[in-house]
């Protein structure tokens, strides 16, 4: 099992930035891909972006590409997202996620996910 705790989120202005993190405990060598989802209430879940444990490659939708990057510290077992040029569009539930043997953008396909952080972007 791996347990996946989000951090960071919080109450930022338009225009602001904004970093969460995302620490991964548990079978962390089982980890293929972690990810950032979103989610608005009432909304379907949003892929952000994905990384690759091993490698570090990187994928994000046109959405946020540019605005925000993902990384990771393999080290410390913590992957993070750091949201620049906030948007209130971006306001939403941040969830991260991993899995064991895919990197992609369905959100089905992710095996274990952390409790979810609000990132609110005031206009």
């Known amino acids: 099992q791996v347990q996946l705790v989000e951090s960071g989120g919080g109450l930022v202005q338009a225009g602001g930035s904004l970093r969460v993190s995302c620490a991964a405990s548990?079978?962390?060598?089982?980890?293929?891909?972690m990810a950032w989802f979103r989610q608005v209430p009432g909304k379907e879940r949003e892929f952000v972006a994905v990384?690759?444990?091993?490698?570090?490659?990187?994928y994000v939708p046109d959405s946020v590409k540019g605005r925000f990057t993902i990384s990771r510290d393999n080290a410390k077992n913590t992957m993070y997202l750091q949201m620049n040029s906030l948007k209130p569009e971006d306001t939403a539930v941040y969830y991260c996620?991993?899995?064991?043997?895919?990197?992609?953008?369905?959100?089905?396909?992710?095996?274990?996910w952390g409790q979810g952080t609000q990132v609110t972007v005031s206009s």
């Open positions: 548990g079978r962390t060598f089982s980890i293929n891909a």
């Open positions: 990384i690759t444990w091993s490698e570090g490659n990187t």
């Open positions: 996620a991993a899995s064991k043997d895919y990197s992609g953008m369905r959100d089905y396909r992710y095996d274990y």
